[in-house]
């Protein structure tokens, strides 16, 4: 929308400018203050070692980084947060993508479900681990009680390496199915309903249908879910802390939570090796959304 | 025949992945009301044998809860307050005043939402210590009172405001004050009650800022609160539940009532 030529006086449209940064200026300093200079600090304390407590205590250049490169506890993490996004990521899109095209069959019944399928979301990440804590449970967890039902032997689902990130992913796909669904009904409801009418007048219907047409179109949408669910799983956080605390042997230790357990964790306040992974955290993050600004945004106009 | 088959398929596919799903939301409203008994049964019972409220009163008393649901109240109270006021100033500056370079300035507040909050948490933990503000509601608030997000979103229906309508109220002596909160705020609660719910529940679920950055049980938040009932209390799920389902309360009721806001601002608020 262009704006109409400024038929007002100079002395005003001054007054006008200055109006326009006090109304920028609060958000503005709360940027500058809360993103800006800690991004910059970031980079700052990854180059400085530190004492005891925190403080940083002299310059060490790139010393954190070179020592996170020939570490095998870093390239372990960096292998479990790939693993944690690759569990959480892949099940969470296809599942919702299915829980939507079958809400699509003319059924009755079909909207309550889907308000239904949307409730995880009012779950915060900790009271949907705690939940799943409950069921986790060795002893009295719903889960092995329903396997001993099966006739199958508990599963030691936090407590074995083996088992635990699964067990992490689990909740942290249940907890974001909510919000996918709510986004992909809200793809299948912006595909224009000429064009599901046109196949199914030429026969298509069922699977056919969902996938020849459908899914096709929800391409765009697809996309994004994947890349947002992709951030999100990369900054899961509350559902580590609380279920497994990184371990058992740290193997639910992510990128995330090795900066929470280097900076916060055990009195620990190492900040500066904190901060050289926060700064790795930063640029895988930076990378994802530029993958989706290069292919996505470039087809949504926002002006 | 073969189309009731299939019917008959997808009834049973949606029913079973229904049953799956909401299974966690209703064990825990169910879970909180069950009595220790019926919970410690081994393999645990699905249906209550009796209902009780104690839970309740035990987990109140393993955990400040009161004071923790009052603390999440107020803080993503004035979370939610502050950033809708401060989007709107905002948004206004950049739709309807004069800005020298208006795309660079609508650049920072789009860049602010590619940055992971995770990745500055650090530096901004040691400003709210450093200003003595740790371990308290200005600390907990302090770093949430702007929002690209809701700049972003409001700046976007400002666009769409008829220009006929903006004339009228200038030629009527409206000025931009007078404009801005007597015409354009209340022609835009659609978008603003959008932005509101996301704040809130977005405030209300936190979890990593408000646990490092307070130390007692009377400054933790709610969700702070959930996860200490966990540790305290794992051998009795009645109280974690009774917990859950008291946070739930207003989570749950914004989802159920206000559906159609979240879907208003689903993909511009994924990229947080």
Sequence with gaps: MPRPPSTTAPAARLGERALAWAFLLPSLAVFAVFLGYPLYRTFYLSAHANDLFGAPSRYVGLRHYTDLLGSAEFGRTLATTALFVLLTVVPGVIGALLLVLLLESRIRGVRVLRSAFALPFAFSVASAAVVFGVFYNPATGV??????????????????????????????IWLNLGYNVLVLSAGIGSIAPEITEAARLDGASGWRLARSVTVPLLGPHLFFLVVVSTINALQSFGQINIL???????????????????????????????????????????ACTAVQFGLVERRVHYS | MRRTLGRLAVHLVLALAA??????????????????????????????????????????????????????????????????????????????????????????????????????????????????????????????L????????????????????????????????????????????????????YVFLSAWNQYFWPLIITRTAQMQTLQI?????????????????????????PTLALVVFGQRFIVRGLTAGAVR
């Design chain 1, 143 to 172: 889960l092995n009680g329903l396997l001993s039902h099966l006739g199958s032997g508990p599963v030691p689902w936090l407590t074995d390496r083996h088992h635990a990130l699964l067990s992490v992913a689990l909740a942290t």
């Design chain 1, 244 to 286: 497994t605390q990184g371990g058992p042997d740290g193997a639910t230790r992510t990128l995330v939570y090795s900066v929470y357990e280097k900076a916060f964790a055990y009195g620990s306040s190492d900040f500066g090796a904190a901060s050289a992974q926060a700064v790795v955290l930063l640029v895988v993050v930076l």
């Design chain 2, 19 to 144: 049953g799956t799903v909401l299974f966690p939301v209703y064990y825990a409203v169910v879970g909180a009301f069950m009595t220790p008994a019926d919970l410690a049964t081994y393999p645990p019972a699905l249906i209550p044998h009796h209902l009780t409220t104690a839970n309740f009163g035990a987990a109140a008393r393993s955990v400040p809860l009161l004071r923790q649901y009052l603390n999440s109240a107020v803080v993503a109270g004035v979370i939610t307050a502050a950033q809708l006021l401060t989007s709107i100033l905002a948004a206004y500056a950049l739709v309807f005043l004069p800005l020298r370079r208006p795309a660079a300035v609508f650049g920072i507040f789009l860049a602010t939402l590619m940055v992971p909050w995770e990745a500055v948490i650090i530096p901004n933990y040691l400003t709210i210590s450093g200003w003595g503000l740790g371990n308290t509601y200005f600390g907990l608030v302090l770093p949430f």
């Design chain 2, 146 to 197: 702007a929002s690209g997000f809701g700049t972003f979103m409001l700046r976007q229906s400002f666009r769409q405001f008829p220009a006929e309508l903006r004339d009228a109220a200038r030629i009527d002596g409206a000025g931009h004050w007078r404009f801005l909160w007597r015409i354009l705020v209340p022609l835009n609660k659609p978008s603003l009650a959008a932005i509101a719910v």
């Design chain 2, 225 to 249: 609160g959930l996860s200490s009932l966990r540790v305290a209390d794992s051998a009795a799920p009645g109280l974690i539940l009774a917990g859950v389902l008291l946070s739930l309360l």
